[in-house]
């Protein structure tokens, strides 16, 4: 069962940088939101199409009455931001709030964000008429490393479209109905394989890769690994001082292509393969995500001088055309072998 959709408690979220230890605090269910990749069309009336597949999905779903509509929103993106828009149109009557995100990390960026975390938080304790209190934000963290901890002992073993599967549910499901430890494992054999990018379903490109012999190992994806590879567990007396620290755990974050600083997303990229035994990296992502399609040539360069060799792929997120992308993933896994 998904969290509570109906309940007046959930809060849907869609980016890995929401501090989601606040939204707790703050007694609130936060949802990962997913959308609806099989009805992208149910938002053209309010987005323009050439705009981010997840984004479209996620909007979608909303309009079709799936899923809370209180939201906040991460200010990542054109596309994440235009979705606050369209979101905070289509439903002005629940709590639908933007939290900005400085691109760069530094003293300077974690004051700007923790700034915004204090106003969420007092925003959030306005709407619940519960204030967040230092003991509420000290326990929701701890619990969420709790929750990062367990997911990273259930999905040892785990590959491909299994292991997405699974951290999508931990960032989804309440504590209390989470999948147990210890599943059994993805695919046995095949070739070790990183893949990173931005966000995909795993019933499409993902697990064409399972498919075509790829052992995806480690998934450097919004929806996958990347968020649950470093804690963000805040330290401190004083709320301010909690929030001061969560707002630099999560600049500490394995960086996205949105951020500012790519030489420590390429320095993770190539430190991960080696750490996780992969030959190669597979390079997939959203159509139209324009902070993905530029990184992909500096990403390739470096990681090509490293002696890794990368294989770019692209997705709709519906995934009608991943049949036709077989034979260059195969081609791709042979030349790894
Ligand atoms: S790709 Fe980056 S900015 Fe976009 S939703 Fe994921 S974490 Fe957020």
Known sequence: MIAALDSESAVAWFCTYTPLEILDAAGLV????????????SADTLLHTAICPYVRACLAEGIQGEGPHQAVFVNSCDGMRRLYDAWRDRFPDDLVYLVDLPRNTGDGAERLLAEEFRHLARALGEMTGHEVTAVDLREAALARE??????????????GEKRLRLAMAFHSRLYTDMPPC?????????????????????????ASL?????????????????????????????????????????LDRHPCARMADAERRYRTLEETVAAVGAKGVVYASLKFCDAYLYDFPRVQERLERAGIPVLRLESDYADGHVGQMLTRVEAFLEMLE
Do not use: K, M, Q
């Open 30 to 41: 936060p949802v990962r939101r997913y959308g609806d990749a099989g009805s992208l069309e």
């Open 146 to 159: 709790e929750r990062r901890l367990s997911y990273l002992r259930a999905c040892e073993g785990l590959c």
């Open 182 to 206: 210890g599943e059994p494992a993805g695919t046995a054999g095949g070739v070790p394989v990183l893949l990173s990018g931005n966000l995909l379903n795993p019933a499409g490109l993902v």
């Open 210 to 250: 399972d498919r075509a012999g790829a052992r995806v190992v480690w998934i450097d994806l919004c929806n996958g690994d990347r968020s649950f590879a470093t804690p963000t567990l805040p330290r401190g007396e004083s709320l301010d001082e909690l929030l001061g620290s969560l707002a630099r755990a999560y």
